[in-house]
């Protein structure tokens, strides 16, 4: 079965040629990559995908572009001119062992299940402070993304085929959450595999710590307006004042107090532009 890839992108000029040159690499699968520009404001990432297109095979690399509407309608984009049976679902940001494809999508080949994710996922940049304090954030102590004890499926699809993909239209557009959409609209959720080891890159400025959380904020909440409340009051100022010293000291890291500051005003702002303004995009 053939693979397309599909790689949702906005001003990600830093690091979609490592994630390219990885794909490069893979061995054992027949694959397309499609790049969708979510209207980048950048030239850089063009210029970076233009030059490595002659690293791929001919026509292994397709670029697109659109108005900034956010990933789900980015990959839903790549989607609608994908060649391949299977679909995959990465990021800008995430590199892959040489294997990733194969294993990802060898339980969709052998028809035991319709879509799988990989929980082999860990932090490529570790050595960075913001990076560590976005893990410990998540009560993550080590490099790994996941728990050991993480369910064996989930909502979130990292690999699916095509032809169920298009019997329910893809992913709704809405907020940070839009993949966990095509598992409600389907009814059933992706299968872990083994192996597909693959890194993803945490936020490595206060920067990309601030505009990273307010995107991942903009979405669905638990509980609803209930559940909003409760997501502003874990983030109001003196809440992470306590929450940011005292991970501090648990996990010696002085600048997770800096961190935590950062991050809830990001969320608290993310929260009032999607709640408020209707703002689902970056």
């Keep these: 079965m053939k693979i397309s890839v599909i790689i949702p992108t906005y001003n990600e000029h830093k690091v979609i040629g490592a994630c390219l040159l990885s794909l490069i690499k893979q061995q054992k699968c027949n694959f397309e990559v499609i790049i969708v520009d979510d209207g980048t404001k950048e030239k850089r990432s063009e210029e970076i995908i233009s030059r490595l297109k002659n690293e791929f095979a001919k026509n292994q690399i397709i670029y697109l572009k659109q ?58 940049n570790w050595e960075n402070v913001w990076a560590r304090c976005w893990n410990y954030n998540d009560n993550l ?31 709704s557009q809405g907020g940070y959450t839009d993949d966990y959409t ?51 009051i874990r983030n109001s100022l003196p809440v992470t004042k306590v929450v940011g010293l005292w991970k501090a000291v648990k996990y010696k890291e002085p600048l997770f107090f800096v961190f935590k500051i950062v991050y809830g005003f990001a969320v608290t702002l993310g929260i009032v532009e999607y709640w408020v303004f209707g703002k689902g995009s970056k």
């Design 67 to 124: 108005k900034h509407l956010g990933p789900a309608a980015a990959r839903n984009r790549g989607a609608g001119v994908a060649k391949g049976q299977i679909l995959v679902f990465v990021d800008a940001d995430m590199t892959f062992n040489k294997m990733f494809l194969y294993e990802l999508t060898l339980p969709i080949v052998r028809s035991e299940f319709k879509g799988t994710f990989s929980v082999n996922e860990y932090v490529s």
């Design 141 to 171: 102590v080590s490099s790994r993304r996941h728990k050991e004890n993480y369910p064996k499926t989930q909502l979130v699809f990292r690999a699916i085929l095509k032809r169920e993909f298009d019997k329910v239209g893809g992913f």
């Design 182 to 232: 095509l598992g409600v609209k389907l009814g059933y959720e992706a299968h872990v595999v083994k192996g597909a080891k693959f890194y993803h890159q945490n936020p490595s400025s206060l920067r990309e710590v601030f505009f990273h959380a307010k995107w991942v904020s903009k979405r669905q909440y638990k509980l609803g307006l209930i559940g909003v409340i409760i997501a502003l």
